[in-house]
């Protein structure tokens, strides 16, 4: 059975760091571009970050050079380590594959306030 399961989420101040853990399972997980999707209350499910078999990475205009995604394929984990939040970072985030064919997971709530 193929399931995501996203962690590590928080309320963190602006300015502050998070760093969010997706661990997949029932799926050959070296094999999947593997991205980080988030969506805020009232907006659709957007890409933040992609990352793809090889290690590749591209991100959204809006978390570049702020966001970093990694993946550790012997632990069938996907990583986003998220620098300088801003409230309007505040979300919840998901991973999935760079095409979402996977069912979505629980997601993790990111919230960024003072």
């Known amino acids: 059975q193929v399931q995501l399961v996203e962690s590590g989420g928080g309320l963190v101040q602006p300015g502050g760091s998070l760093r969010l853990s997706c661990a997949a399972s029932?799926?050959?997980?070296?094999?999947?571009?593997m991205a980080w999707y988030r969506q805020a209350p009232g907006d659709q499910r957007e890409l933040v970050a992609i990352i793809s078999r090889g290690g590749n990475t591209n991100y959204a205009d809006s978390v570049k050079g702020r966001f970093a995604i990694s993946r550790d394929d012997a632990k069938n984990t996907v990583y986003l380590q998220m620098n300088s939040l801003k409230p309007e970072d505040t979300a919840v985030y998901y991973c999935?594959?760079?095409?979402?064919?996977?069912?979505w997971g629980q997601g993790t709530q990111v919230t960024v306030s003072s």
């Open positions: 029932g799926i050959i997980f070296r094999l999947w571009t």
């Open positions: 999935n594959t760079g095409t979402s064919s996977l069912d």
